[in-house]
């Protein structure tokens, strides 16, 4: 981990506690898929999906990035995800409302 993470989580009180346990497993896929270029898009609220899979979005940072339903297995670690944040494009809630819309087949 770089000095620059460490400072990051530490200056972020909210990181400092965790519902659920780190897996490694999920921290490296998610790492690798960001790696190899695809964005994370929030879905809504609750949802972001990466490379189709989708993961929970909501609770930052409690519970942030675990697989959608699988809390049990375990969430990324710290700064896996300050990275999804990160790689998150920007957009306006209007834009947001226009996709959302334009997914669920409105007119």
Same mark, same amino acid.
Not at 15 to 44: K, M
Not at 52 to 73: C, K, M
């Given at each position: 981990?770089?000095?620059? !993470?460490?400072?990051? #989580?530490?200056?972020?009180?909210?990181?400092? #506690?965790?519902?659920?346990?780190?897996?490694?497993?999920?921290?490296?896929?998610?790492?690798?898929?960001? !790696?190899?270029?695809?964005?994370?898009?929030?879905? !809504?609220?609750?949802?972001?999906?990466?490379?189709?899979?989708?993961?929970?979005?909501?609770?930052?940072?409690?519970?942030?990035?675990?697989?959608?339903?699988?809390?049990?297995?375990?969430?990324? !670690?710290?700064?896996?995800?300050?990275?999804?944040?990160?790689?998150?494009?920007?957009?306006?809630?209007?834009?947001?409302?226009?996709? #959302?819309?334009?997914?669920?087949?409105?007119?």
């Amino acid at each position: 981990m770089k000095l620059k !993470d460490i400072l990051r #989580i530490v200056r972020t009180p909210g990181c400092w #506690i965790r519902n659920f346990h780190t897996s490694r497993v999920l921290s490296a896929w998610i790492n690798e898929q960001l !790696d190899a270029g695809y964005a994370p898009v929030r879905e !809504d609220h609750f949802t972001i999906t990466l490379n189709g899979v989708e993961l929970w979005g909501a609770n930052w940072p409690y519970a942030f990035g675990t697989l959608e339903g699988g809390s049990e297995l375990g969430m990324p !670690d710290r700064t896996t995800n300050f990275r999804i944040v990160d790689a998150m494009p920007c957009e306006s809630t209007e834009e947001r409302v226009r996709r #959302i819309l334009a997914k669920a087949g409105a007119p």
